[in-house]
């Protein structure tokens, strides 16, 4: 079954909920097949610690909702996709404008669909390096997304 809702009206709602806007997270770009998503941290005086680099806690922020709703928008609404854990690992102060890309394969689209077809719950694990404009890493988070199909889709 198709989800109800688009890539547009995902990225304007999600730039419009709270813990995004008023922490300087923009999404600036969601494609169509929800596959692929940029997220951008601002670099604003309010999302700075005392140190002058970002507020660690904005950036595990700006990956939090983004791989299940990528994975809800790719599958359809027939799978329950919550997170389910998650560790951040800070490699370098980030300072300036932050962006985290996220991807979603075809291969891991039809794993978690084999995995889940009876009804089985999966547990896929996606890595997110956040950059800072330079391109150089200041921190990896780990995401592992909970993933169901639904009792009324087996």
């Given at each position: 079954m198709q989800w109800a809702m688009k890539p547009g009206l995902m990225k304007r709602l999600l730039n419009l909920w709270p813990p995004f806007f008023f922490s300087g997270i923009k999404v600036e770009t969601i494609r169509d097949d929800f596959c692929y998503v940029r997220v951008r941290l601002k670099s604003r005086p309010w999302t700075k610690n005392i140190n002058q680099s970002q507020f660690g806690g904005?950036?595990?922020?700006?990956?939090?909702p983004i791989y299940p709703l990528m994975i809800m928008g790719a599958?359809?609404?027939?799978?329950?996709?919550w997170d389910k854990k998650a560790d951040i690992d800070?490699?370098?102060?980030?300072r300036g404008a932050l962006t985290a890309e996220f991807w979603l394969s075809d291969a891991v689209l039809?794993?978690?669909?084999?995995a889940t077809e009876d009804g089985d719950k999966h547990f896929p694990e996606f890595l997110v390096h956040i950059k800072d404009q330079s391109g150089d890493?200041?921190?990896?988070?780990?995401?592992?997304?909970?993933?169901?199909?639904?009792r009324s889709a087996r």
């Open positions: 904005s950036m595990f922020s700006m990956t939090d599958l359809g609404s027939d799978y329950h996709v800070f490699i370098a102060p980030g039809a794993d978690i669909k084999a890493i200041v921190c990896e988070v780990n995401r592992t997304v909970y993933v169901r199909k639904k």
